[in-house]
C-alpha cells in the first residue's frame, strides 16, 4: 500500500516537473524580459550606447535636452517622408506619431529624466519591427549630431565574413608583393 502511493506521488512530481516546468517558466516571462532587457542595454552600453528592443519598442536614453530631441524627431520623420498626424506635449514628454501612405504608424515618445537626459521609445506598428525602429533611432541620432561609432570596422569583425583567410596568416611574405 504504501509502495502504491509513493509510486503516485513520483508519478505526480513527475508529471508537475515536466509539463508544470515549462508553464512555470512562461508564466514568469516578465521577470525573463527584465532580464533580457537588462542584459541588452548592458551590451548596448559596452558599445556606448544605451538602447534596448523590449516587447516590440526600442527604448533609448541620450544626452540631449528635450526640445533638441523633439527637433530632432521632427527632422527624422519630414526626411523619412513620413507625414506627422499627432503630437501631443506636456511639461516633460512630448509624443510624436507619424504615418506614410500605406505604411505602419511610426511612434516616438520622448521623456525628459533630467533638464539634460531624455528618453526615446520607437515603435513601428502595431506588433514592433526592430529594424525600422533602429533605423528611426539612427536618423534621430543623426539629426542630434550623434555619431554611431562601431565597436571594430566591419571587415574585422569575427560575426561577419572576414576579409583575411585564416591560411594567409600563416604564409611568409615575399619582398617586393603586395600580399
Request: net charge positive; glycine share 8%.
Amino acid at each position: 500500500m504504501k509502495n502504491r502511493l509513493a509510486s503516485k506521488i513520483a508519478t505526480v512530481i513527475l508529471v508537475l516537473a515536466c509539463v508544470g516546468g515549462p508553464i512555470a517558466m512562461t508564466s514568469g516571462c516578465a521577470e525573463s524580459a527584465i532580464a533580457a532587457a537588462g542584459a541588452s542595454a548592458g551590451f548596448g552600453l559596452a558599445q556606448g550606447q544605451a538602447e534596448a528592443f523590449i516587447n516590440g519598442e526600442l527604448k533609448a536614453a541620450r544626452l540631449v535636452r528635450l526640445e533638441d530631441a523633439v527637433r530632432a524627431t521632427l527632422a527624422a520623420a519630414a526626411e523619412a517622408h513620413v507625414p506627422v498626424k499627432k503630437q501631443k506635449r506636456s511639461k516633460y514628454e512630448y509624443y510624436i506619431m507619424g504615418k506614410a501612405d500605406g505604411g505602419p504608424e511610426i511612434k516616438v515618445n520622448l521623456k525628459a529624466k533630467s533638464p539634460m537626459i531624455t528618453k526615446i521609445e520607437v515603435r513601428v506598428g502595431l506588433m514592433g519591427d526592430a529594424a525600422v525602429s533602429r533605423l528611426v533611432l539612427s536618423r534621430i541620432d543623426a539629426h542630434l549630431g550623434i555619431t554611431q561609432i562601431p565597436l571594430f570596422p566591419i571587415e574585422e569583425s569575427p560575426y561577419v565574413a572576414p576579409n583575411r583567410r585564416p591560411e594567409a596568416e600563416h604564409q611568409e611574405k615575399v619582398p617586393g608583393t603586395i600580399f
